[in-house]
């Protein structure tokens, strides 16, 4: 199977090249990549420009900065990447991030996940952080979940759903649509891929406002957002923060923000969130 994989790229000079290096060095070489250099101020540029120059599977688009609309900057990039190329002369369709290192066999075990697996519709590995010395699971998400660094899409699956959503929580819509249509979100554990970037820091901790635009965003509606709010406040123990999520979420309702997906998609999600609550409090 060939694989087309569209890396968005800001200012990584240091850690891209570990990513390329581990693309280059997999067993499995049916690849197309093409890398966004996605206004960079640093030497990313001339990075892509070397690994362009001596393999023909490398390719680049080189943009001005892209606005920074919330969660919508990685998927604005990839999108970029992915208008230069023919979709139907491949596979399966991945994204990316520019910091990570994968097993040499990480292509191969993904192209044969789909090959025998036809439902299988976005396939990825677990993530792993660097962590006083030791490369640990990085654990902020179940193990069931593809991590946004890391997606692989059958082609096929990935035009049903309409490709990915410039919003906050893109990485999460896109588990949630496919599934609806019937395709299965698939994590090989066996996969280990490292983030480089992050060196031990708790990277899980968001701000408030980013959980109450991220529940807006996401279509959830008031019950299951608060539900939801109050989960992210007990993780802390603070009233507080559940006040400024809820606070964040109702001035994004009262602007009336421009959602990115359909509402036939948010309803899927409420119905997603709903069955997940049942099955945690209810045991239905």
Known sequence: MKFL??????NEEKNLPFTLDS???????GFKIVVVNDGSTDQTSEVIK???????RFE??????????????????FKKGLETQNIHDFDIICKFDSDIILPENYLQKI?????????????????FIEKNGEWIYEGNSNKNHVR????????????????LRETLGWD?????ILKSLGWKEVVLPELHVKLIKVKGADYTIKPADYYGRYFYFMGLNRFLTYVASAKEASKIKSPSFLIQIIKAYENCRSQKLELKISRKEQLIVNQQRWEQFKNKWFKI
Request: charged share 15%; aromatic share 6%.
């Open 5 to 10: 994989i569209i890396i968005p790229a800001h």
């Open 23 to 29: 693309l280059q060095a997999q067993s499995h070489g």
């Open 50 to 56: 070397n690994y362009v120059q001596n393999d023909s």
């Open 60 to 77: 680049t688009v080189n943009l001005q900065k892209s606005a920074h609309q919330p969660g919508s900057k990685v998927v604005a990039a």
């Open 111 to 127: 192209s044969e996940s789909f090959l025998n697996n036809k439902d299988y519709g976005l396939v990825g590995g677990l993530l």
């Open 148 to 163: 946004g660094p890391m997606k692989a899409y059958r082609k096929e699956c990935f035009i049903e759903m309409g490709g």
């Open 172 to 176: 999460n819509l896109d588990a949630i």
